[in-house]
Structures are given as structure tokens and as C-alpha cells.
């Protein structure tokens, strides 16, 4: 049974029942319908630990969609999916091709800064002490990318800037 038929909690009942409101009062195709059917059952999937059901309905969802933008969502999503599932080498990729899609969607440099530090800090927890400086310069670049486009946003990782005194591209 799909996702979006058994939800468990009130607030992805909520949402489920305001995402189908939506679909039926707002023009859309078939193929759009489809698209964000699959979007509305990955969702809730992942953070129930879920992970190879997430990621299916995301890749599901690009099949249908045909907007650029919209398809971005669907690799912007199956990136912390990796990442949570502590396949953190593969989640950038995901969000490097986001933003192939959609040039303009700061979470995914966000993210992608998130996994660079995390990965670093690995590092030095297994006693490489080189790999973490390039990997923090590289998380450092992709905060400013974050940050730039939308200042309010992303306070955590303005923080993370001050903390480490990196401040992307020095």
C-alpha cells in the first residue's frame, strides 16, 4: 500500500490530505500528479529509517516530471537519504546534480557543506590529519554558496563559518 494511504502520525496525515486538496484544485497534468504522488510517499519514508523505499518513490518521481526545476527535488532529496544511511561519499553527487537542475536552490550546497564537515571530522577521528583541512575549505565554499543567495537562511551555517573562522573561497 502506498505511503500516502497509511500514515501513521496526524501531521503527515495533514499534509497528505492538503497535498491531495492541492492536486485537485490546481491545474495539473496527469504526469505532474504521478510525480508528486511519488514525491509525497518518499517523504515521510526517510525518516522512519526507511531508506530504500525513499529512494525509490524520488527516482519514480523523475520518470513522470518534466519541469527542470521540479526534477530537482528528486536528487535533492535522495542526497540526505545517502547521507542518513551513512553513505556519505555518494549524497554530494546527488546535490551537485540538483543544482545542475536548479541553480538557484540553496539547501543543496547546504547539505553537501553539512557532509564535507561531518566527513572531516571522520577523518580525524581515524587520524588523517590532511584530509580534513581540504574537505573543511571545501565545506567552507559550499556554506558561502549556501549563505549568498538567501542571507537569513541557513543560520546554522553562518555559525559553522564564525566557529571555524572559514568563510568560503579565502
Given amino acids: 500500500m502506498p505511503r500516502s494511504r497509511r500514515n501513521d502520525n496526524s501531521i503527515d496525515k495533514t499534509l497528505t490530505i492538503v497535498a491531495d486538496i492541492s492536486l485537485r484544485t490546481i491545474p495539473t497534468t496527469g504526469r505532474e500528479k504521478e510525480a508528486s504522488t511519488y514525491h509525497r510517499d518518499g517523504m515521510p519514508a526517510q525518516p522512519g529509517g526507511e531508506y530504500a523505499e525513499a529512494s525509490r518513490n524520488h527516482y519514480e518521481a523523475t520518470r513522470p ?8 527535488y528528486a536528487p535533492h532529496n535522495i ?3 545517502h547521507a542518513s544511511s551513512g ?12 543544482l ?5 536552490l540553496p539547501q543543496a550546497p547546504n547539505n553537501t557543506a553539512v557532509i564535507r564537515h561531518h566527513r572531516g571530522e571522520q577523518a580525524i577521528r581515524q587520524g588523517d590529519l590532511e ?7 571545501r565545506a567552507a565554499d559550499h556554506r558561502k554558496q549556501a549563505i549568498s543567495p538567501a542571507p537569513n537562511n541557513h543560520i546554522e551555517a553562518q555559525n559553522r563559518s564564525k566557529m571555524t573562522g572559514r568563510f568560503g573561497d579565502q
Fill in 79 to 81: 542526497g540526505p537519504i
Fill in 65 to 72: 516530471e518534466t519541469d527542470p526545476h521540479d526534477r530537482s
Fill in 87 to 98: 553513505e556519505h561519499a555518494r549524497a554530494p553527487e546527488h546535490h551537485f546534480q540538483a
Fill in 131 to 137: 584530509t580534513p583541512e581540504a574537505r573543511s575549505d
Fill in 100 to 104: 545542475e537542475r536548479n541553480p538557484s
